[in-house]
């Protein structure tokens, strides 16, 4: 898909938090100088072509009393990686799941972020997911401090390249 110099103005836009107002679009519309219909008809368009995936909250998982994060990963035969994927992904406790090519020296090709109130919440959480996904090869790597969580930036100046 060929993106316009609107396309790239509303998704530059778009990033970081929404407007608190009754109607964000309307204020993201404003700034841009066009309707509200045309920003909401775009988002609709990214929606259909696969651009935009989705809209999220990003929750302080701290303040809500998540203290416990860790990267899970797991090594899963390659013909089982689709499968054992949406097993993870759908779990309430993972908030990101991918796929990652292994090395010889790192043989995980599974990836997922669990969030619990506790380091034993989380082992239990990855143990109970290994059950499910039939594989035993799995670590935890507990988060010890977070240094970003921010939305990305794409077409400005404020972006890489």
Same mark, same amino acid.
């Given at each position: 898909m060929t993106l316009s110099s609107l396309d790239k103005r509303i998704?530059?836009?778009l990033a970081g938090d929404l407007p608190e107002d009754f109607a964000p679009f309307e204020e993201i519309a404003a700034r841009l100088g066009v309707s509200e219909e045309k920003v909401l008809s775009t988002l609709q368009r990214f929606r259909r072509s696969g651009v935009l995936r989705r809209f999220g909250a990003t929750v302080n998982q701290r303040k809500v009393g998540f203290r416990a994060n860790a990267m899970a990963v797991w090594r899963v035969p390659e013909e089982?990686?689709?499968?054992a994927a949406?097993?993870?992904?759908?779990?309430?406790? $993972? +908030?990101h799941c991918y796929e990652r090519e292994s090395r010889p020296m790192w043989q995980y090709n599974l990836?997922?972020?669990?969030h619990a109130k506790t380091r034993q919440q989380c082992e239990k959480l990855a143990a109970d997911i290994s059950r499910t996904i039939r594989t035993k090869d799995k670590r935890l790597l507990f988060s010890v401090r977070e240094f970003k969580k $921010? +939305?990305?930036?794409?077409?400005?100046s404020r972006s890489p390249g």
């Open positions: 998704i530059s836009a089982r990686v689709e499968e949406k097993e993870i992904a759908s779990c309430p406790a $993972v +908030s990836y997922a972020m669990v $921010v +939305s990305p930036v794409y077409f400005s």
